[in-house]
C-alpha cells in the first residue's frame, strides 16, 4: 500500500522567513496531494491541494510543487507569521482514503 | 460556510463500554470519511461511506463498526472499548468526483478510555 514520508518533523523559522516541508511517496498511481494545518485540539484544515496532472500550484504566500518522476511534493510557505505555526500534514491518494504523513511542527518566531 | 459537525465532542468511558460518535458532512456531500488520530501521530483511515455503501475500509478493528444513513449522516459504534482507544476521532466529508475527492475534516470528537 501507499507510504507517505514526511520531513522535517519540526521546523523553527523567524517572522518573515521562508519554510519548505518535503513528502515523498510510494504508489505511483497515487494522484491527488492536499495538504492540511492542524492547529491544537483543532481537526486538520485543508489549506491547498495538487493533482497529478499539474506541477505547481500558488495561493497567496503558499505554494505546493509536485515531481510525479521522482514521486515526492512540496509546501512552500513564503513571508511566514506567527500564526502559521501549527502541525502540517501532506497527504496522498489514489482517490479515496489519504494517507498522510507523519506532520511537520512549524514555529514561527516573532 | 457550513462545515462538518461532529458530535459529542468529547466523551469519557470505562473500558468495555460502548460508544457511538456521530458525523454530519457538509450538506449536498455523499462521502464520509472515519479518521482515527493518537496523540503526536497522523490521522489513520477507518472507514468511508459513499451513498449509504461502504467504499473502503482501513485498520478498523472488528470491535468497531459504522454506517451511512439516508440523510448522509454517519455513526461510529465501538463496543468492548479498550485504553487504546483513547484517540481523536475525525470525520471528513466529500462531494464524489470524478477524480480524488476533496475533504474536508470535522472539529473530532476526543474519546478517553478510563
Known amino acids: 500500500g501507499e507510504n507517505v514520508e514526511q520531513h522535517p518533523s519540526t521546523l523553527s523559522v523567524q517572522e518573515g522567513d521562508s519554510a519548505v516541508i518535503k513528502c515523498t511517496y510510494s504508489?505511483?498511481?497515487?494522484?491527488?496531494f492536499p495538504w492540511y494545518k492542524q492547529e491544537l485540539g483543532k481537526g486538520p484544515q485543508l489549506i491547498i491541494d495538487?493533482?497529478?496532472?499539474?506541477g505547481e500550484k500558488k495561493d497567496q504566500r503558499i505554494a505546493v510543487t509536485l515531481n510525479k518522476t521522482a514521486k515526492h511534493f512540496s509546501l512552500h510557505i513564503t513571508e511566514t507569521q506567527p500564526e502559521d505555526s501549527a502541525v502540517y500534514f501532506c497527504?496522498?491518494?489514489?482517490?479515496?482514503?489519504?494517507?498522510f504523513g507523519t506532520g511537520t511542527r512549524l514555529q514561527v518566531f516573532p | 460556510a457550513a462545515g462538518v459537525i461532529q458530535s459529542p465532542r468529547h466523551l469519557i468511558k470505562e473500558k468495555r463500554e460502548t460508544a457511538t460518535l456521530k458525523c454530519y458532512p457538509i450538506?449536498?456531500?455523499?462521502?464520509v470519511y472515519w479518521y482515527q488520530q493518537g496523540p503526536g501521530q497522523d490521522p489513520q483511515f477507518l472507514i468511508s461511506?459513499?451513498?449509504?455503501?461502504?467504499?473502503d475500509k482501513g485498520s478498523i478493528p472488528d470491535r468497531f463498526s459504522a454506517q451511512q444513513f439516508s440523510d448522509y449522516h454517519s455513526e461510529l459504534n465501538m463496543s468492548s472499548l479498550e485504553l487504546g482507544d483513547s484517540a481523536l476521532y475525525f470525520c471528513?466529508?466529500?462531494?464524489?468526483?470524478?477524480?480524488?475527492?476533496?475533504?474536508?475534516f470535522g472539529p473530532g470528537t476526543r474519546l478517553t478510555v478510563l
Open positions: 495538487i493533482r497529478s496532472n499539474v
Open positions: 504508489d505511483s498511481a497515487s494522484n491527488y
Open positions: 450538506p449536498r456531500h455523499d462521502t
Open positions: 497527504a496522498a491518494s489514489t482517490g479515496d482514503k489519504l494517507i
Open positions: 461511506f459513499y451513498e449509504k455503501m461502504q467504499s
Open positions: 471528513a466529508s466529500s462531494k464524489r468526483a470524478s477524480d480524488a475527492d476533496t475533504q474536508y
